[in-house]
């Protein structure tokens, strides 16, 4: 089984952050009533007043304030869909599985038209709270070991905040320029791990330089 995170890594940018402009743009009430408070939110999580889960909560707010979501998600993946990395296109396989911190709500269209599985951070849409816990980082190790998944034969992602799982495949690979280019997963010195570590618990990603 390969396992594939999936922003930045076989699509190029960031489907929530996409797929919120998409929003806006279509329903500019949002620009009042979501984007003040998510940059409120931001400039709090930053200074440390407010933990991640919340500022992602907030983040994610704006799903909660679409009533035509079920057709905005279609037509941005309609649009967008071209984003999916080739080399990924490539190599797909029917038991590959997606595993992102993005909404479901948002990952699971996608992975529908991939024909492939997928995990991702479930949203209440009409109470604005996540279901479980953040897909992100050594969460996404725990929840694959608790599941009794198979034992994963590639990883790949373009974060280092997702060596908790990179560590649990038979070989992990690391994603860079924009999603388009696959290499080795690095050996991390002790300096680099901790850095790695703060940002894992911190919530923030981590990210070679191109």
Same mark, same amino acid.
């Given at each position: 089984?390969?396992?594939?995170?999936?922003?930045?890594?076989?699509?190029?940018?960031?489907?929530?952050?996409?797929?919120?402009?998409?929003?806006?743009?279509?329903?500019?009430?949002?620009?009042?009533?979501?984007?003040?408070?998510?940059?409120?939110?931001?400039?709090?999580?930053?200074? +440390?007043?407010?933990? $991640?889960? /919340? *500022?992602?909560? @907030?983040?994610?707010?704006?799903?909660?304030?679409?009533?035509? &979501?079920?057709?905005?998600?279609?037509?941005?993946?309609?649009?967008?869909?071209?984003?999916?990395?080739?080399?990924?296109?490539?190599?797909?396989?029917?038991?590959?599985?997606?595993?992102?911190?993005?909404?479901?709500?948002?990952?699971?269209?996608?992975?529908?038209?991939?024909?492939?599985?997928?995990?991702?951070?479930?949203?209440?849409?009409?109470? +604005?709270?996540?279901? $479980?816990? /953040? *897909?992100?980082? @050594?969460?996404?190790?725990?929840?694959?070991?608790?599941?009794? &998944?198979?034992?994963?034969?590639?990883?790949?992602?373009?974060?280092?905040?997702?060596?908790?799982?990179?560590?649990?495949?038979?070989?992990?690979?690391?994603?860079?320029?924009?999603?388009?280019?696959?290499?080795?997963?690095?050996?991390?010195?002790?300096?680099?791990?901790?850095?790695?570590?703060?940002?894992?618990?911190?919530?923030?990603?981590?990210?070679?330089?191109?």
């Amino acid at each position: 089984m390969n396992v594939y995170d999936f922003d930045g890594t076989i699509f190029y940018s960031d489907c929530s952050i996409g797929f919120a402009r998409w929003c806006m743009a279509r329903h500019p009430k949002l620009l009042v009533t979501y984007l003040p408070k998510v940059v409120k939110n931001l400039i709090l999580y930053k200074a +440390g007043k407010i933990p $991640n889960y /919340l *500022m992602q909560r @907030k983040m994610f707010s704006y799903l909660t304030m679409v009533d035509d &979501f079920d057709v905005q998600i279609e037509r941005y993946w309609d649009k967008y869909e071209k984003r999916i990395s080739a080399w990924y296109l490539a190599q797909k396989k029917p038991d590959d599985l997606i595993i992102s911190a993005s909404p479901a709500c948002i990952i699971k269209p996608i992975a529908k038209r991939l024909g492939v599985n997928c995990i991702a951070s479930e949203f209440d849409r009409e109470f +604005g709270v996540f279901v $479980n816990n /953040l *897909m992100y980082a @050594k969460e996404k190790a725990k929840y694959i070991i608790d599941h009794g &998944f198979p034992m994963i034969d590639n990883f790949y992602s373009d974060s280092l905040a997702d060596t908790p799982l990179a560590l649990c495949a038979e070989k992990a690979h690391l994603v860079t320029n924009k999603a388009s280019t696959v290499i080795d997963w690095p050996d991390l010195d002790p300096d680099t791990m901790k850095k790695v570590k703060k940002k894992i618990d911190t919530g923030w990603n981590v990210h070679l330089k191109e």
